[in-house]
């Protein structure tokens, strides 16, 4: 299993942006699917975007245009840009990854192997 760390969570104000990070034990490079999940109280962990490998990206709905998922396999580090937050975006954010690629499954939690900790996102109105 791959671990993960994430980072870059925080309280911020409705209209603001934040940037998560998610460190890798390994290189990214050799991890086929990493994604971003988040939970909120009392609702189910949901998909939020998804890389399969360095080209194909995947984003929920509910945050096109708005959130953009990306990878630095020099750093080994997935990065989520979060701009033009939201209430309802406040929820524990998840890194997660497989070394198998995702796909049409990208959004269901048990295509993933790997978890990290979680990094909270709080916006106020």
């Known amino acids: 299993q791959v671990q993960l760390v994430e980072s870059g969570g925080g309280s911020v104000q409705a209209g603001e942006s934040l940037r998560l990070s998610c460190k890798a034990s390994e290189k990214t490079f050799g991890i086929s699917c990493m994604a971003w999940f988040r939970q909120a109280p009392g609702k189910e962990r949901e998909g939020v975007a998804s890389?399969?490998?360095?080209?194909?990206?995947r984003h929920a709905d509910f945050v096109l245009g708005r959130f953009t998922i990306s990878k630095d396999n020099a750093k080994n580090t997935l990065y989520l840009q979060m701009n033009n937050l939201k209430p309802e975006d406040t929820a524990m954010y998840y890194c997660?990854?497989?070394?198998?690629?995702?796909?049409?499954?990208?959004?269901?939690?048990?295509?993933?192997?790997?978890w990290g900790q979680g990094t909270q996102v709080t916006v106020s109105s």
């Open positions: 890389m399969d490998g360095d080209a194909i990206l």
């Open positions: 997660a990854a497989d070394h198998r690629f995702c796909g049409s499954q990208w959004t269901l939690v048990s295509s993933y192997t790997s």
